[in-house]
């Protein structure tokens, strides 16, 4: 029997939503029909689809995993007429749970790929919830020999080695890859590399869309031997690909398809918190956000991004001021939510104030005003916006950044009080940069509107919390330049003081930003959930103990 020349792959980049396996199953079967409707021979979708990723300890919940593979099984039994559908799924073998890669053809489960290599740093924790399985040969559809390592697999060079060895044509991995800055290019050197070592192509598929905390981008792409890029699909978005193998005198390559366009670091960071903020809402069931504005950088930039994400007409700016609220703040948050045109609420907390200061006035007799009132002003805010979150059913928007989140320049109860934070990994000066970007750049998965959203002003003012006269960020904290560097030299290189001290850094600054960052480990145990966007993201990059008493001191 002659075997055909051509084969034909559906590359399904789609987002699948953690729990929601009927919904993950109809998407799966909504792309076979797409598939089948073009001729191929095998639909693939990404890592775990049938359950979403990263399902963390759910998977480990008996009907819940047996859920999802009976109705995998359903699934290959409603597809049984058309292409094979290649999907990621949970698997037993005995009582041992494995990460699976599952082949779906003429009606039943004809192949099963176990996860080899499980990760267990950063976000991810597979050596808790999944056995490793053993190193298989490929699976073959249509005659194509495929082998599969999935995800972490694909990182060594044990699982396409042996897979090459044991005749696979072409590597198909499947993926669950979540975003940080220049993964993809991480990802194609790492692809590069196994291409080279098999000379077999490969297709690297990965999930999109939000988690959480964790953005799974897309970007998935095809090489050819030797390297050559012969698809790239676009991030942070769904989207269908079909590609097509031909087999010549030197085996199989992938026809040139579509080259998709990848954009800078800037516009990834800032298309990761949209998406991150829209699939929160979207897979939580909320509909709306508010947000404090407060005439700063932050809630500006915080405002945009969820206009862009929901829609202005989904997005409640609440400006509360107090008797140390300049004018220009007051101007300047209005003039935001007017550009993004928001709904603009105006809600003084000075009657709330005068109250809480006579309820508390017999305590406090005989002491004098300290950070306690600043906070407390901060503390209203959050009631406030917590009142008309509960009363309106919008969720509301926290606006920290990550120099405040790292030493604790917040007010726990008060402006940290929310559900979701998007810039929660955003350094104070990349804010800055990020405002310009978005000032000078719109695209179309933008909901907001383009053109100068956050007024100049804004941008180039210096930074106030606006708790007592006069007050300035750099009262409390170095200058951003000075506190971002040090942040990112402790936290997202894990160096010494004296390696700080070693880049010009004052010692007596290193160390007290040292103390702010380990004392404020208790806020952030208590704060909302954010965008990750770095290897060192708070919360699953970086687990502190929040009693502590380690300082640097050498």
Request: include cysteine; hydrophobic fraction near 40%; charged fraction near 25%.
């Amino acid at each position: 029997m002659h075997m055909a020349d051509r084969f034909r792959i559906t590359l399904a980049q789609l987002n699948a939503t953690v729990g929601d396996i009927e919904g993950n199953a109809a998407r799966a079967q909504a792309a076979w029909h797409k598939a089948r409707d073009a001729g191929a021979d095998l639909l693939a979708l990404p890592e775990m689809f049938i359950t979403g990723y990263n399902m963390q300890d759910l998977i480990l919940k008996p009907v819940f995993h047996q859920t999802a593979i009976a109705r995998l099984e359903a699934l290959a039994r409603d597809c049984a007429d058309g292409p094979a559908i290649a999907i990621g799924g949970p698997t037993l073998e005995g009582a041992r749970l494995h990460n699976a890669y599952y082949i779906l053809q003429g009606g039943t489960v004809s192949a099963q790929v176990l996860k080899h290599h499980l990760p267990n740093f950063n976000v991810f924790d597979e050596e808790r919830t999944f056995e490793s399985g053993d190193v298989t040969g490929p699976y073959v559809v249509n005659g194509l020999r495929i082998g599969s390592p999935v995800c972490e697999d694909a990182w060594y060079e044990d699982v396409a080695e042996t897979l090459a060895e044991t005749g696979a044509e072409l590597l198909l991995v499947p993926n669950g890859s979540p975003y940080f800055r220049d993964k993809l290019e991480l990802r194609q050197n790492v692809m590069v590399s196994r291409v080279i070592e098999t000379g077999l192509p490969a297709i690297y598929l990965n999930l999109v869309g939000g988690q959480d905390d964790q953005v799974f981008d897309g970007g998935s792409f095809a090489l050819n031997p030797g390297g050559a890029l012969a698809l790239q699909m676009p991030v942070m978005e769904e989207a269908i690909a079909h590609i097509d193998l031909r087999r010549g005198a030197d085996g199989w390559r992938i026809e040139q398809g579509p080259l998709a366009h990848v954009p800078d670091a800037m516009e990834q960071d800032y298309h990761a918190m949209v998406l991150a903020l829209r699939d929160y809402m979207g897979k939580t069931g909320f509909k709306k956000v508010l947000l404090g504005l407060s005439g700063g950088i932050d809630s500006a930039i915080v405002a945009t991004i969820a206009a862009d994400a929901l829609g202005p007409d989904n997005v409640r700016c609440v400006m509360l001021p107090s008797e140390y609220t300049s004018d220009h703040s007051l101007e300047d948050a209005k003039a935001v939510a007017q550009a993004l045109g928001c709904r603009y609420d105006f809600v003084p907390i000075s009657d709330s104030r005068q109250a809480v200061t006579r309820t508390l006035a017999s305590l406090f007799e005989g002491t004098e005003p300290d950070l306690t009132e600043e906070n407390i002003q901060s503390r209203l805010r959050g009631l406030l916006l917590m009142a008309l979150s509960n009363k309106f059913g919008e969720m509301l928007l926290t606006t920290g950044n990550k120099s405040e989140v790292a030493v604790g320049y917040a007010t726990i109860y008060g402006d940290m009080a929310g559900g979701y934070n998007p810039i929660k990994d955003v350094y104070k000066t990349r804010v800055f940069d990020l405002c310009r970007w978005r000032n000078a750049h719109h695209r179309d998965w933008m909901m907001g509107p383009e053109g100068e959203v956050i007024p100049p002003r804004i941008i180039d003012k210096p930074p106030s919390a606006e708790l007592r006269p006069d007050q300035k960020d750099e009262d409390s904290l170095p200058p951003y330049e000075v506190l971002d560097r040090i942040l990112e030299l402790l936290v997202d290189m894990d160096a010494s003081v004296a390696d700080c001290v070693a880049e010009g850094f004052d010692r007596a600054t290193v160390e007290k930003v040292e103390h702010l960052l380990y004392i404020s480990e208790y806020k952030r145990f208590q704060s909302a959930p954010g965008t990750r966007l770095s290897k060192r993201a708070f919360w699953l990059d970086r687990r502190y103990p929040i009693v502590n008493r380690w300082r640097d001191r050498g």
